[in-house]
């Protein structure tokens, strides 16, 4: 059935829209799909980062059932609805900080996105926004000027947004040779660096009182799965403060759990003046946000914020569903214990590996595979260095034949690996066992 369906959608849906796999999925539960020929596949992907709660969850099918009856649209500009309230009363208990407490809804990350630089360059009155290289912040045509992570995204759709400066980010593994010295090239070494860049930018490209904001990813996204060293991300919030630029922290895809804690700048102990989340938070339900504090929010002239289906009442109450799954599985728990059988689990498989491979290399050091196993909490990227371009695109082919759904990143040679946060022990095991045959299978 599948190949008539494919050949439909191949001739009839945009070719703009590149897919990795041709699968055609009509049902999805927990950690795995299903194709309309009644195929199972494991899905380490969670739709990049979306189902973090699994796919169907009871919780949140059943929040979506009953306020699809209820009511299903409810325009922003007419009136309030009740689910949307009820959500802001409860999202703020889940804020990094007690400040950021009040919201805008909206429908995806882009879109987010965008509300937080209007509203950043509304409040402070200037205009140019500092993006980190690698940066991803979406496809709409002003997040498509932020985006740095691959040209594909912007090229041949100028002229872009301006007022976009690039600063640049903080990752030891890709600044220094991987074997570097470790004591000279040490995470404080590649935050000062990273700061330095910004501070230069702010001298060179923009100056501050033109700079109304910085965004950053927490954890790097589609730029290659990289946490910035603590110390980075706190020079940053200093550098801000200094010169009156706000910190947007983009936490669609490294926010809800991802990484361990509800929202990844909670790991560096830093607080944004705007924030914003998509993708986890309503299970797969069009819905985004963005948070900061009410007397920045309040001086958005009424009318210019707002949209048809902006903070829709059915994806409202599946976020609250949500959030009731994080809370009575203890996803946060879940996710960082499952975290460290990956981190353990890949180390021993993939060095197993690798040392097989690398035991027959007489060219020396520089052909030497390595590989970098980072990221926080359930939000896991693995680097081959000394690979062939192409190697990590290989990889999630086998994993497929495998019949097991794995991502890449944009650049570098970087698996993505990003399961639901309440999957299981034994899933965990199977992942792991199934990423280190695909890497296996793609090295001989
Ligand atoms: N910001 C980040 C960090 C993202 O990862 C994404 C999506 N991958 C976006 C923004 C854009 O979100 P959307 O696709 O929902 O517009």
């Not at 055609?24 to 799909?33: L, P, S």
């Not at 882009?110 to 205009?127: D, G, P």
């Not at 290399?361 to 980072?374: E, F, P």
Request: aromatic letters at 8%; a neutral charge.
């Amino acid at each position: 059935m599948s190949a008539s369906l494919v050949q439909y959608g191949k001739a009839h849906i945009s070719k703009g829209i590149s897919r990795s796999t041709e699968l055609v999925i009509n049902r999805a539960k927990g950690a795995y799909v299903y194709t309309v020929d009644g195929e199972k596949y494991f899905d380490l992907t969670t739709g990049i980062g979306v189902v973090n709660t699994g796919h169907a969850h009871p919780t949140v099918v059943k929040a979506v059932q009953e306020q699809a009856a209820q009511v299903s649209h409810v325009q922003v500009n007419i009136a309030f609805h009740e689910p949307m309230i009820r959500l802001t009363e409860r999202l703020r208990t889940y804020m990094p900080s007690p400040s950021l407490d009040t919201f805008f809804f909206w429908n995806s990350g882009s879109e987010a996105v965008e509300a937080a630089i209007k509203l950043a360059r509304h409040a402070t009155k200037r205009q140019n926004v500092i993006v980190f290289q690698g940066s991803y912040h979406g496809r709409t045509f002003g997040t498509m000027a932020m985006t740095t992570s691959k040209t594909i995204y912007s090229a041949g759709f100028a002229p872009l947004m301006p007022g976009i400066v690039v600063a640049p980010f903080p990752y030891i593994k890709q600044w220094s040779a991987h074997k570097a010295d470790p004591v000279k090239f040490n995470e404080d070494w590649c935050a000062q660096e990273a700061l330095r860049g910004v501070e230069l930018v702010l001298k060179q490209q923009t100056a501050p009182k033109d700079t109304a904001a910085m965004i950053i990813e927490p954890v790097q996204g589609e730029g290659g799965y990289v946490a910035p060293p603590k110390q980075f991300m706190q020079g940053l919030r200093e550098i801000c403060n200094k010169n009156g630029i706000l910190l947007i922290a983009d936490e669609v895809q490294s926010g809800y759990g991802r990484t361990g804690k509800m929202f990844a700048i909670e790991h560096f102990n830093v607080t944004p003046d705007i924030m914003v989340m998509a993708k986890g938070i309503a299970s797969g339900y069009p819905l985004s946000a963005i948070v900061s504090r009410k007397e920045l929010m309040d001086l958005q002239p009424p009318g210019s914020m707002g949209g048809t289906y902006a903070g829709n009442a059915v994806a409202c109450a599946a976020a609250m569903a949500t959030l009731d799954v994080f809370d009575e599985e203890k996803l946060l728990e879940n996710c960082q214990a499952r975290s460290e059988q990956f981190f353990a689990g890949l180390r021993t498989g993939l060095n197993r590996v690798l040392s097989e491979k690398n035991k027959n290399n007489t060219k020396g050091d520089d052909s030497t595979i390595d590989v970098d196993i980072r990221g926080l909490g359930l939000m896991i990227g693995v680097e081959f260095f000394n690979v062939p371009s192409g190697f990590a695109s290989q990889v999630a082919k086998e994993a497929f034949q495998l019949k097991t759904l794995i991502l890449t990143t944009s650049i570098y040679e970087t698996l993505r690996l990003i399961p639901p946060l309440n999957i299981t022990k034994e899933e965990t095991d199977l992942a792991v066992e199934r990423m280190v045959a695909s890497v296996e299978a793609a090295i001989k």
